[in-house]
């Protein structure tokens, strides 16, 4: 039996094999890459917005293809029902009894595309499955499989055709990221590797879904001292009083916020977390969760900029080791 820095250590070569493998994808972007690895091993869900032609589906599809395990893409549309979502009870002529047919929201990787083009009424289809990890339905309780991510993709809310994310289905993502322009050398390099086809199609699974399942569980190991939990929980509450705040970071924000700050840390092979896990994670980890006031909207403040002055507001404790 491997001791826990050993396990720490491989769980680390892991991560770095399979950022590397979906490097061949998404070229000039690692620290995007990692944190799309990171979310996962927190047992999160990832929301991807940006502007179209950036990577975002070429992102979830290539975390999804280096690792063998089940997934499947949901193109969301405004004529989507809840149904096509989550699976539909059909009659059985023969057995005189219905049959709950499975929707594609039963894999390891759920791909939502284009998450915001369906009705409110469809997005919430993902609420219970998101939380709970399962799925009701005629009065019967369906398991997910494990592991279990939602990776679900946006455009800016201001594109025609888009509807905004129910703060509660954005609270239930771990984790929002952008995946931005790439550099002038990263694109270049695209041209030159995509140029007969996309290369997502080409990648090799690297990891097992038993492999992230064990990945998982060494994460729920990593030791978090007190008075890093008191850290985290300052930072939250340092957003409530926030004046240009009409909504600050729920506990449950917190708790994803330790969530991710422990992956962090295995992922850069430590059995401890530090501050600065949980001072890298926050932005990606909290600024979704805020709601702005109007008239901070109106003068352009992002809830990244806010989340970094609360991170800014609050003593960082003394380094913590093992």
Request: glycine residues 6%; charged residues 20%.
């Amino acid at each position: 039996m491997s001791s826990p820095a050993e396990a720490v250590t491989h769980v680390a070569h892991d991560v770095e094999r399979l950022c590397h493998n979906m490097g061949y994808v998404i070229q000039g972007k690692p620290d995007v890459v990692r944190n799309a690895v990171i979310c996962m091993l927190a047992e999160g869900h990832l929301l991807l917005e940006d502007v179209p032609g950036t990577g975002k589906t070429s992102l979830a599809r290539a975390l999804a293809s280096s690792i063998s395990l089940t997934w499947h893409r949901i193109q969301f549309t405004p004529d989507l029902l809840p149904s096509d979502v989550s699976g539909v009870s059909i009659f059985n002529q023969q057995t005189r009894e219905f049959e709950f047919k499975k929707g594609p929201v039963f894999a390891n990787i759920v791909l939502g595309d284009e998450i915001n083009r369906a009705s409110p009424k469809t997005q919430s289809a993902l609420l219970e499955v998101m939380e709970e990890g399962t799925l009701s339905s005629d009065g019967e309780v369906y398991q997910m499989a494990r592991p279990f991510m939602v990776v679900a993709t946006q455009n800016p809310i201001d594109m025609e055709g888009t509807y905004v994310l129910p703060e509660a289905q954005l609270d239930r993502f771990l984790m929002k990221l952008t995946v931005g322009y790439p550099t002038i050398e990263a694109e270049a390099e695209i041209l030159r590797t995509q140029k007969m086809g996309s290369t997502v199609s080409h990648l090799q699974p690297v990891l097992s879904a038993s492999d992230v399942a064990a990945m998982i569980e060494i994460v729920k190991s990593v030791e978090v001292a007190p008075v890093l939990e008191q850290y985290i929980v300052a930072i939250s509450t340092a957003t409530r009083s926030m004046s240009e705040l009409r909504l600050g970071v729920s506990p449950r924000g917190s708790l994803a916020l330790l969530r991710a700050a422990r992956a962090s840390a295995a992922a850069a092979g430590r059995t401890y977390v530090t501050p600065e896990d949980v001072k890298a994670m926050a932005p990606v980890v909290l600024a979704h969760r805020v709601i702005l006031q109007p008239d901070a909207e109106l003068q352009g403040r992002t809830g990244a900029e806010l989340i970094t002055r609360a991170l800014q507001s609050v003593p960082v404790p003394r380094a913590v080791s093992a």
